[in-house]
């Protein structure tokens, strides 16, 4: 049975297009004879269960607009106009959120930025979301050799609690002793 759906993201070897009443479908670069998806396009495809994942559907015989064989190299100014169309679609991404997200905003524009943080950690923690940069890292300024740690490191090293207070004293990597 053939869908209809618009391409919401594509990473290189695949990507997912969103149907109007449906889960997201999974397209691989295989379905597409190795070429890529253009976001924000109509694609058609057939969909197929994937074996092992219940409920997760897949896209198979792949076409539309939003397919870009291999080898096709868009010229100048057709890369021009993908850049604008992309930026457009930024934008009202942008605006949609901006919409969603007022009520909340009204709520918390006048508290000051340690309120406003606190309120962020406390809904990380409510979601279970990790919101400093899984990537960051910082020297540990109990020692001198410049060597640097991301948060899990200090934590794993230092427990919990030690790890916290030796993660803020850290900030900047500027190697500071923590007061005691």
């Known amino acids: 049975m053939s869908q209809t759906g618009v391409v919401k993201s594509w990473r290189g070897a695949y990507g997912f297009a969103e149907v109007a009443e449906g889960p997201l479908v999974w397209i691989h670069t295989d379905e597409i004879d190795g070429g890529r998806l253009r976001v924000g396009l109509t694609v058609n495809f057939d969909i197929e269960e994937v074996e092992g994942h219940e409920g997760r559907v897949k896209g198979t015989n792949v076409s539309g607009?939003?397919?870009?064989?291999?080898?096709?190299?868009?010229?100048?100014?057709?890369?021009?106009?993908?850049?604008?169309?992309?930026?457009?679609?930024?934008?009202e991404k942008k605006e949609k959120l901006q919409e969603e997200f007022a009520p909340v905003w009204d709520m918390v524009k006048d508290l000051g930025?340690?309120?406003?943080?606190?309120?962020?950690?406390?809904?990380?923690?409510?979601?279970?979301?990790?919101?400093?940069?899984?990537?960051?890292?910082?020297?540990?300024?109990?020692?001198?050799?410049?060597?640097?740690?991301?948060?899990?490191?200090?934590?794993?090293?230092?427990?919990?609690?030690?790890?916290?207070?030796?993660?803020?004293?850290?900030?900047?990597?500027?190697?500071?002793?923590?007061?005691?």
């Open 65 to 91: 607009e939003a397919v870009l064989a291999k080898g096709v190299k868009l010229s100048d100014e057709e890369m021009e106009k993908e850049k604008e169309r992309l930026n457009s679609l930024r934008e």
């Open 113 to 180: 930025r340690s309120q406003k943080m606190h309120l962020v950690k406390q809904l990380a923690k409510e979601l279970d979301v990790n919101v400093n940069r899984p990537d960051e890292k910082r020297a540990d300024p109990t020692q001198r050799n410049g060597k640097t740690y991301t948060k899990e490191e200090f934590m794993a090293f230092y427990g919990k609690k030690d790890g916290n207070r030796m993660w803020n004293a850290a900030k900047g990597g500027k190697g500071r002793r923590p007061r005691k």
